[in-house]
């Protein structure tokens, strides 16, 4: 199992691009997440997934939004990237919400 | 909203001393999880405590869930580069605490 994926591993975007950061788990989980975490600092919670079909929002979700077509794949993307959105972004997955969270490796992105 | 409170932020200690951080809540859960992040890495479970008073031991690192089930705390014994990181709990749901930033120096 490659558990969860993410791509890019890195990403500079100029303001006011946008892009979709990618993730996907293979472990049939029904919730994930996605992550954010400047430097030096926790994890700030974007959006989650319950399972296919289903979205809420976290702490900090403006600026992004995301979508759960499959159970395996759960895309953020990024409107008119800002400055503010550089930032190390996290994917993770659980079997449900008390369980263990699996995270990705990460993408590293940069605005300027 | 539940809050988890972590202390201290930043913790920097010579290798060989032992420390303890907290994790503290107005809230009961039924269970809080560890969790350590490496540098450049995703966060990895550490262990999970469900049972009020429960104690856990992981090689040099012991977890304790306070009776109440509104904090545990994480002591580690004879500290270890290899144990700087960024240590986080999380909530029977959804929250992450803010962490708590450890280096431990050789």
């Known amino acids: 199992n490659a558990g969860v994926t993410q791509t890019p591993k890195f990403r500079i975007l100029k303001i006011g691009q946008s892009m979709t950061l990618q993730c996907t788990q293979d472990m049939n989980h029904n919730y994930m997440y996605w992550y954010r975490q400047d430097p030096g600092m926790g994890l700030k919670l974007i959006y989650y997934?319950?399972?296919?079909?289903?979205?809420d929002k976290g702490e900090v979700p403006n600026g992004y939004n995301v979508s759960r077509s499959t159970t395996e794949d759960f895309p953020l993307r990024l409107e008119l990237a800002a400055p503010s959105q550089t930032s190390v972004y996290f994917c993770?997955?659980?079997?449900?919400?008390?369980?263990?969270?699996?995270f990705g490796p990460g993408t590293r992105l940069t605005v300027t | 909203t539940q809050l988890l409170e972590q202390s201290p932020q930043f913790l920097s200690i010579q290798e060989g001393e032992n420390l303890t951080v907290y994790c503290n809540s107005s809230s009961v859960f039924s269970s809080l999880q560890w969790y350590r992040q490496e540098p450049g890495e995703g966060p990895v479970l550490l262990v999970t405590v469900v049972t009020g008073g429960e104690v856990k031991k992981l090689k040099r690192l012991t977890f304790q869930f306070g009776d109440a089930r509104k904090d545990s705390s994480l002591h580690i014994t004879a500290a270890q580069p290899g144990d700087t990181g960024l240590y986080l709990c999380k909530d029977d749901k959804i929250i992450f605490g803010k962490g708590t930033r450890l280096h431990i120096l050789p």
């Open positions: 993770a997955s659980s079997y449900g919400v008390n369980y263990e969270q699996y």
């Open positions: 997934s319950v399972g296919a079909g289903i979205t």
